[in-house]
C-alpha cells in the first residue's frame, strides 16, 4: 500500500481529474507545536482546492491528564468531520503540512485506522509543491458534504499498560526529540525524561534536508539500526500522538510496521505510579521524582 504521493503526481492526478473520474480530496494539516496559526498560513497561501484541517479539534479530542494532550476522538466524531471535509467513499485523500508532514501524518495514520486506505502524504508538503512551480491558492475552500462511512481500530495501537512492558518484549521507540527523550528540557510536559525501554528515534531522522522522507532503504537502515527485527513488535510514541504518526509512516515506507500508543508522553507522565528516566539509554540513568 503506497504512503507517498509526490508534487508531479499529484497535480497529474489533479489535471486529470475529469478524465479519469477519480476525485482526489486536499486536506491542509498546517500545525506546528508552539504555533497555533495554522489557519492564517492556509489562508495566505494552499494547494488549490484543499480544504483546512483543525488538528486540535478536529484530529483530537480535549486535552485531559489521563489521555493526554491529543487525545483521539471519537469515531463518529472523525466521521464527521471527514463527511465535512467533503470525503466520499471511493475518494483518494491526500494530506499535508508545511513542516514534513509531522502534522499531516496524523490524519493519515487517524483515516487508515478508521479503513480508509486511499490516503497518501504528499511529499514535502507545501514546500515541494511550491518548488515544483505549482500555484497556489488564497482564501477558504467550501467543499460539498460527503458520504464517507469510517470504522475504527484498523491500526495497531496499545495503552499505557503495554507501553510500561513493551521495552522488556519488544521495540518501544521515541519520536520526540533527542533532547526531550533524555530529559534535558520539556517545553510542554509535567515531567521530563522518557518511558522506561524506550530507543531514541526523532522523527527529524526520517526526512532529507528538504522534508522529504527518506527513500525506503535508507529508513529500512535506520529502523534496522535502532533495533527492529522480523517478529519484534515495535510501538511508537510522542509528546502527545502526533509525531509518532510521522515515525509509523517511515516505518511503513521502510516496509516494516509498528504500533501507535495515542496517549504518549504526555499521559504516561501525569500518572505518578509511572516512572520516567531521564539519560541516553532505554532504562536511563536515574528515575525522575514521581
Known amino acids: 500500500m503506497d504512503t507517498l504521493l509526490n508534487a508531479a503526481a499529484l497535480k497529474n492526478r489533479m489535471d486529470r481529474a475529469v478524465e479519469t473520474g477519480r476525485r482526489t480530496v486536499l486536506l491542509d494539516v498546517r500545525w506546528a507545536l508552539g504555533d497555533p496559526h495554522g489557519h492564517d498560513h492556509y489562508l495566505r497561501g494552499h494547494i488549490p482546492g484543499a480544504v483546512f484541517v483543525d488538528l486540535a479539534t478536529e484530529l483530537a479530542g480535549p486535552a485531559e491528564p489521563r489521555r493526554g494532550r491529543h487525545p483521539l476522538p471519537p469515531p463518529e466524531q472523525f466521521q464527521e468531520s471527514a463527511r465535512r471535509w467533503g470525503i466520499n467513499d471511493g475518494d483518494a485523500v491526500v494530506a499535508y503540512d508545511d513542516s514534513g508532514n509531522m502534522a499531516a501524518a496524523r490524519l493519515w495514520w487517524m483515516l487508515r485506522s478508521a479503513g480508509f486506505s486511499s490516503v497518501y502524504l504528499l511529499d514535502g508538503g507545501l514546500a515541494a509543491w511550491r518548488a515544483a512551480g505549482f ?31 513493551w521495552g522488556r518484549r519488544g521495540l518501544l521507540l521515541d519520536a520526540r526529540a533527542g533532547e ?3 530529559g534535558e528540557i520539556e517545553p510542554v510536559d509535567p515531567r521530563a525524561g522518557h518511558i522506561p525501554g524506550a530507543v531514541s528515534a526523532p522523527t527529524t531522522g526520517n526526512l532529507d534536508a528538504d522534508g522529504r522522507f527518506l527513500a525506503p532503504a535508507e529508513l529500512r537502515e535506520r529502523f534496522e539500526q535502532l533495533g527492529y527485527r522480523d517478529g519484534v513488535p515495535t510501538a511508537v510514541y510522542c509528546g502527545s500522538g502526533v509525531t509518532a504518526a510521522h515515525e509509523i509512516a517511515a516505518l511503513e515506507i521502510a516496509g516494516f510496521s509498528a504500533a501507535l500508543y495515542p496517549g504518549s508522553f504526555s499521559e504516561w507522565c501525569h500518572a505518578a505510579s509511572n516512572d520516567v528516566v531521564t539519560g541516553p539509554e532505554p532504562y536511563g540513568e536515574q528515575t525522575a521524582s514521581h
Open 180 to 182: 526531550r527523550y533524555r
Open 135 to 165: 500555484e497556489v491558492a488564497a482564501g477558504p475552500e467550501q467543499p460539498a458534504p460527503g458520504n464517507v462511512t469510517l470504522s475504527d481500530g484498523a491500526m495497531p495501537a496499545i495503552d499505557a499498560g503495554q507501553a510500561a512492558t
